[in-house]
């Protein structure tokens, strides 16, 4: 065979392979579509690889996997992996570093995702509380109720499953979407004994991927609520919370409703920091005390359980 009639099988031959797709090109073309990214994304370290244990869609909620882990002072925090509905999210968790059995709260971060502030309450928190921040925007900025409550639950599981946490004191708190979320879990999860809704949306449901108002549960309701919330809330205005608490006073549910003249809506997360003004720090200590109340102490509302 000449030269060039064994160039022109040769050359044949490639371009068979190659509209075959057993060329080394990529497909990226074909590549699966990523889930929605929250914009922004939610901050925080993240699992950069699977350890030998894993966990993989079917693992349990009470053996995450564990990403990394810091003692600093007085406090542990680390971020794992906990499993909800088959998908991986990461939390993010603070905890006393001394031997005990403490109180924990379940922190709903806002619709911005897990700013740094966040994670520094949760540090402040963790001088006597264990707390989780789950990412609950990991695959979708506006994921379904359902959801995120069973990511809420897994967390619950979570907790429930360490040595350092007295099951029967368990918190939620949750700001902006988190603060609905507050709203709206606490009267459906029965393993909160009380709640602390930052600005939140009482009145805020009726579509397909958030159903019901938190409003609508007020009659499930069986532990105490603190309500914090500013008179400046664009977003939430404040006739909705006096809206709101007077619907609960009606239904004879026991709440606390703590109001700032002249802040804002999200005025505890300035530019994602944690704001060391006079109202912040206050709110904070309200929340706190509010804790230790009735998590520690048998409470209005939640005796009965």
């Given at each position: 065979?000449?030269?060039?009639?064994?160039?022109?099988v040769i050359m044949l031959l490639l371009s068979?392979?190659?509209?075959?797709?057993?060329?080394?090109?990529?497909?990226?073309?074909?590549?699966?579509?990523?889930?929605?990214?929250?914009?922004?994304?939610?901050?925080?370290?993240?699992?950069?690889?699977?350890?030998?244990?894993?966990?993989?869609?079917?693992?349990?909620?009470?053996?995450?996997?564990?990403?990394?882990?810091?003692?600093?002072?007085?406090?542990?925090?680390?971020?794992?992996?906990?499993?909800?509905?088959?998908?991986?999210?990461?939390?993010?968790?603070?905890?006393?570093?001394?031997?005990?059995?403490?109180?924990?709260?379940?922190?709903?971060?806002?619709?911005?995702?897990?700013?740094?502030?966040?994670?520094?309450?949760?540090?402040?928190?963790?001088?006597?509380?264990?707390?989780?921040?789950?990412?609950?925007?990991?695959?979708?900025?506006?994921?379904?109720?359902?959801?995120?409550?069973?990511?809420?639950?897994?967390?619950?599981?979570?907790?429930?499953?360490?040595?350092?946490?007295?099951?029967?004191?368990?918190?939620?708190?949750?700001?902006?979407?988190?603060?609905?979320?507050?709203?709206?879990?606490?009267?459906?999860?029965?393993?909160?004994?009380?709640?602390?809704?930052?600005?939140?949306?009482?009145?805020?449901?009726?579509?397909?991927?958030?159903?019901?108002?938190?409003?609508?549960?007020?009659?499930?309701?069986?532990?105490?609520?603190?309500?914090?919330?500013?008179?400046?809330?664009?977003?939430?205005?404040?006739?909705e919370i006096y809206r709101y608490a007077g619907?609960?006073?009606?239904?004879?549910?026991?709440?606390?409703?703590?109001?700032?003249?002249?802040?804002?809506?999200?005025?505890?997360?300035?530019?994602?920091?944690?704001?060391?003004?006079?109202?912040?720090?206050?709110?904070?200590?309200?929340?706190?005390?509010?804790?230790?109340?009735?998590?520690?102490?048998?409470?209005?509302?939640?005796?009965?359980?």
């Amino acid at each position: 065979m000449s030269r060039t009639r064994l160039l022109i099988v040769i050359m044949l031959l490639l371009s068979f392979l190659s509209a075959s797709g057993c060329t080394g090109t990529s497909d990226t073309d074909d590549a699966p579509e990523q889930p929605d990214s929250p914009e922004p994304i939610p901050e925080g370290p993240e699992a950069e690889e699977e350890v030998e244990k894993g966990t993989g869609g079917n693992a349990l909620a009470s053996e995450p996997e564990t990403v990394n882990s810091e003692t600093t002072g007085q406090i542990q925090t680390l971020t794992v992996n906990i499993t909800a509905e088959d998908q991986e999210y990461p939390a993010y968790i603070s905890a006393p570093a001394e031997d005990g059995e403490y109180p924990a709260v379940v922190l709903i971060h806002s619709f911005n995702g897990l700013e740094q502030g966040y994670q520094d309450m949760a540090d402040r928190l963790a001088d006597g509380f264990v707390v989780v921040a789950p990412q609950w925007q990991t695959y979708s900025r506006s994921p379904s109720d359902s959801g995120v409550e069973a990511l809420v639950r897994s967390s619950i599981n979570y907790l429930k499953n360490r040595d350092d946490v007295d099951p029967e004191k368990l918190g939620l708190t949750g700001f902006c979407a988190g603060g609905r979320y507050t709203m709206l879990f606490l009267p459906q999860v029965e393993e909160f004994k009380s709640g602390v809704a930052w600005y939140g949306f009482p009145y805020s449901g009726g579509t397909e991927v958030q159903p019901d108002e938190p409003a609508s549960m007020i009659d499930q309701l069986e532990d105490p609520m603190l309500i914090i919330h500013g008179t400046r809330d664009e977003p939430s205005n404040i006739s909705e919370i006096y809206r709101y608490a007077g619907e609960l006073d009606a239904a004879d549910k026991y709440f606390e409703l703590k109001v700032y003249q002249g802040e804002p809506h999200g005025f505890m997360i300035k530019e994602g920091e944690l704001s060391e003004s006079f109202v912040a720090q206050d709110a904070y200590d309200e929340m706190v005390d509010f804790f230790n109340r009735t998590l520690s102490n048998p409470a209005p509302g939640n005796s009965s359980r």
